[in-house]
């Protein structure tokens, strides 16, 4: 993989158990993608997406294979990398406010500037007004941009986003969709982001991965333009347009059918 990727994975492999009954959920993977990319993740269930993320995360040694980042080989969790599951998992005895500071408090960072940069994000996610709240009071989606201000709150270099807005209703999923774009788009970020959802992944990433069944497999990569077009016209007619459709229907077709196996 060039040394040009910021994010580097190399023929990375990925296995569960012993002898016979191992199961393979990743196959000599390679994929690069540079600093400030938003890279989407598609393919069947069981297909590796949130392996692949794990490794990056420094969750899951790879069994065989490098994962990088600037270079440096990944050999654990880092605060360089902000994790964002499909569940929420706030902490319920803490505040809002408590929930968005509490990594800058673990690092350290004085009171004063994690209650800043805990506030910056609340109001960037639209939560400052409800800092004094507890979790248990936040409706699903409110939940989930809590969730993303407390992994901003940490300066992460990159976010890695497992199925972040698979458990919302439709119309509170696709705001939450317009306001990470718009997040990603003001801080520059690098966003791996994992999905079932072809309309999701083409709409928000600059490049959509897919991957095949099991042991997972790079597929095809697509570029996407639809990240960068989408500050400029409403989500619905980017959604609208037939090149979007296009091509949404040419990774649908993809997986469905199995990935070109």
């Known amino acids: 993989m ?3 990727h910021y994010v580097a994975f190399t023929d990375v492999s990925v296995a569960f158990g012993n002898g016979e009954g191992a199961v393979r959920a990743l196959d000599r993977v390679s994929l690069g993608f540079g600093r400030g990319s938003f890279v989407c993740v598609v393919g069947p269930s069981g297909c590796g997406k949130t392996t692949l993320l794990n490794a990056l995360a420094g969750f899951q040694a790879p069994t065989s294979g490098r994962v990088s980042v600037a270079g440096s080989e990944v050999r654990g969790t880092g605060p360089d990398r902000g994790v964002v599951f499909q569940h929420a998992a706030l902490f319920p005895w803490l505040t809002v406010a408590g929930n968005a500071a509490f990594g800058p408090r673990l690092r ?3 009171r004063r500037a994690r209650a800043e ?11 400052w007004e409800f800092r004094d709240r507890y979790p248990y009071e936040l409706s699903g989606g409110m939940q ?4 993303l201000a407390r992994a901003l709150a940490n ?3 990159i976010l890695l986003m497992d199925e972040p807005f698979g458990a919302l209703d439709a119309l509170t999923r696709e705001r939450m969709q317009e306001e990470l774009q718009a997040v990603w788009r003001a801080s520059g970020m690098t966003i791996l982001f994992i999905t079932h959802g072809v309309e999701e992944a083409v709409f928000l990433g600059t490049d959509v991965v897919v991957m095949s069944p099991r042991p997972g497999r790079i597929v095809e990569r697509f570029a996407s333009p639809f990240a960068q077009e989408a500050g400029t016209r409403g989500s619905r007619a980017v959604k609208s347009d037939p090149a979007f459709v296009a ?10 059918d199995g990935g070109g196996h």
């Open 144 to 147: 989930q941009r809590l969730a």
């Open 155 to 157: 300066d992460p270099s």
């Open 108 to 110: 350290g960072v004085g």
């Open 247 to 256: 091509l949404r229907e040419q990774v649908l077709g993809l997986i469905l």
């Open 2 to 4: 060039s040394s040009r």
């Open 117 to 127: 940069k805990a506030e910056h994000w609340l109001r960037i996610v639209g939560l």
